[in-house]
């Protein structure tokens, strides 16, 4: 496809989703396939998910949440770990200019504390540069952990009750929705996950109860803007109907 056929369909688009989060998956597996070391599947990994972030600018999606790294990837080998958390350091640095140009918003969620301090004083300087933007709200997920957000979110409540701040009976979906991370967001409309795995791995679980999934079997280092327009396209022609029925079958019962 050419520059001008995908600016094309990019407009023809209707219905985007306003979030749109990614588990970017199957960095390993494809340096592995040319014979590199993983951390050369991560790097590839940053060059793609920088191309997603300037289509999501172009197409004016409201929010973007990418997952680079799960409470349970602590668990890989220290030297992978140690490789991804320099990769985040440098792509922080690499990109400021960049976020800052496009008006990105950027926030990121998870485990803050148990991240390199160096790395904690690059996130923390580039949420404050960028806190006044109005364009694209990029979350990086690291550290982070769905299951543990939902624990920390029922340990604040608990407190916030015991301190005379919110009632127990006052507990809904929306007030328990704000105790969460991504309290700043509007709803999770689509994620997509890459490289052929069908579960989504303790992302969003509270936040992806009605969106749509798309899994493919594309290793993320793989994933072509052409790819990621045909996953919209289907996303633009789905029905989300929350639960309920069609509004036509509601009325002709009536
Ligand atoms: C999955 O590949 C990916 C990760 C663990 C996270 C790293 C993601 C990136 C480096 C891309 C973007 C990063 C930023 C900062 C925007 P995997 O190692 O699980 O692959 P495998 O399943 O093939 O082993």
Redesign the pocket.
């Known amino acids: 496809m050419t520059q001008i056929e995908s600016e094309k369909n990019l407009s023809t688009i209707q219905n985007l989703p306003k979030h749109l989060g990614i588990i970017?998956?199957?960095?390993?597996?494809?340096a592995?396939l040319r014979g590199k070391r993983?951390i050369f599947?991560?790097?590839t990994?940053?060059l793609?998910?920088?191309e997603l972030v300037e289509t999501c600018v172009r197409l004016r999606i409201e929010a973007l949440t990418?997952?680079?790294?799960?409470a349970e990837?602590w668990s890989r080998p220290a030297k992978e770990v140690n490789g991804?958390m320099k990769?985040?350091e440098k792509?922080i640095e690499k990109y400021t200019g960049l976020l800052i140009d496009n008006r990105v918003r950027f926030k990121q969620v998870g485990k803050r504390t148990l991240l390199p301090k160096i790395l904690q004083r690059k996130l923390e300087q580039m949420e404050a540069i960028t806190s006044q933007n109005e364009g694209l709200k990029l979350t990086?997920a690291i550290g982070y952990g769905a299951q543990q957000d939902i624990i920390g979110a029922v340990k604040h409540i608990i407190d916030d009750i015991n301190q005379g701040k919110i009632e127990k009976d006052a507990i809904d979906e929306s007030l328990f929705s704000n105790y969460l991370s991504f309290n700043h967001l509007p709803k999770l409309d689509l994620v997509i996950r890459t490289?052929g795995?069908t579960r989504l791995s303790n992302f969003m679980l509270w936040e992806a109860a009605y969106s749509e999934i798309h899994f493919t079997e594309t290793?993320?280092p793989n994933f072509e803007e052409q790819e990621f327009i045909e996953i919209l396209e289907n996303y633009s022609k789905s029905e989300r109907r929350y639960g309920s029925i069609k509004k036509e079958v509601e009325l002709k019962k009536a």
Request: net charge positive.
């Open positions: 970017m998956d199957g960095n390993g597996r494809w592995m993983r599947g991560h790097e990994g940053v793609k998910a920088r990418l997952y680079a790294f799960s990837n991804l990769l985040f792509t990086l490289s795995e290793l993320w």
